[in-house]
């Protein structure tokens, strides 16, 4: 008898393919100098349609950080690293000084071009550049319009700065174009002009790739200056300062809109994560106002830290919504990583950690602890310009009491760890500023204590000084600000170079 062998059924199941997803295109527009109260939905009388309605369909980062001046934050962007691990520790970059954001560092437009993003910036660098290798286009950029210094004139573009070595004044041109200086630009407004340029990059983009398109904004920082039809709605307010300001937050608005539009019309919103950010809180004698948080531009208070922030993009899986997850500005560079793909392994350790699922999913953040900074070079108390005078460091406080920690508490540093802040030294500028149009909410307490610690979340304004309750807490964040000193580089702050003269030339840029 025939034997059957019973051999198993093979069903070929027919699998698709899964297609990775698309690159995301990153669109980051930094304002500079933007303060805390000068948005609309932080109950402003400053009009923000756009930058409200943006936000409202995304993410409204309320507890999101930014560190006190301008090149800190711009460093610490681009690398993804605390400034202690740079050397960048101290201040700005001045226009003659040789040096600029290490060479060895690799830098977001980097990361994102070995992804196979196309990298475009708009706007100010202020990363130095002494040298050429230190210019955009030499540190990851494919293209580059804009301005290499801190400030300019809006219209002119012209800069001014006094060289000490040479006991000179130069009034040049500071606005380039890739590497050559353009002249012909004379008279835009800068607020408008990166706009359009930044509307040309995104009309121009190659679609089959995906775009990095950074635009770091002149505005809202100093000198004030403002098409005269963008006050005409403020005529109700008082201050002439406040009023240039207000029209200048309004002209940046408008521009953060049609850069948007821009991304609508050529049909590549449906694919983009925008994010806008300010680099630090606001110069309150150039019109800003962080009310009603303590301190201004350059300080380590909550008005010089806490940054306006938001991120908006059809890819968020909850939009809509607040978060008062804790995150940082050196977060960026490693969240981009993430959604460029994730392949680029940094030379380097990063401080930063990957925020999207924190801001796309609402889950907790990873990031449970912040250094703000530590600073060897700071350690006065200097007068507070303004009105008020600046309070004094309390002499009878027993600074001995924290002597032992292993580290100087007069040191200008603060940290952050879970709820608590700690500030040593000087912080800088320690007022509560009035909220414009009331003038009678700026109020005083005890003398400055070389050691402070503050319950953030419950005390946003920093106002009470919990050192003497919580010494353990102190003492935890001592040792953690101990440690962080013994990774940091030397303060890499040189004097000026006098060959940095721009008389030939007319116009700032590499010298040597």
Known sequence: MAVRLLLPVVFLVSVPLVKAAPQPNIVFIMADDYGWHDIGYHRSEIHTPHLDELSASGVRLESYYVQPICTPSRNQLMTGRYQIHTGMQHHTIWPCQPYCVPLEEKLLPQYLKEAGYSTHMVGKWHLGMYKKDCLPTRRGFDSFFGFLTAYKDYYSHIRCHYITALKKYPCVMDLMDGEEFVPHYYGAYSTQLFAQKSISVIEKHDSDKPLFLYLALQAVHGPLQVPEHYTEPYSFISDPSRRIYAGMVSAMDEAVGSVTMALHRTGLWNNTVLVFTTDNGGQTFSGGSNWPLRGRKGTLWEGGVRGVGFVVSPLLKKPRTVSHE??????????????????????RLLDGFNMWPTISDGVASPRQELLHNINPLHKTNLPCPGRYSSRTLDEEYNVDLWTNSGFNVSFRAAIRFSKWKLLTGDPGCDHWFHRPGFYNSIFY????????????????????????????????????????????????????????????????????
Request: with cysteine; aromatic share 12%.
């Open 326 to 347: 804790l995150m940082h500005i050196s977060d960026w560079l490693p969240t981009f990583i993430e959604l460029a793909g994730g392949n680029s392994q940094p030379p």
């Open 445 to 512: 307490r005890e003398p400055l204590r070389p050691v402070m610690l503050f319950d953030i979340p419950n005390d946003p304004e920093e106002r009470n000084d919990l050192a003497d309750k919580y010494p353990s807490v102190v003492a935890f964040l001592l040792r953690r600000l101990e440690y962080y000193q013994k990774t940091a580089l030397p303060v890499n702050f040189p004097e000026e170079d006098s060959r940095c003269d721009p008389q030939d030339s007319g116009a700032w840029g590499p010298w040597a």
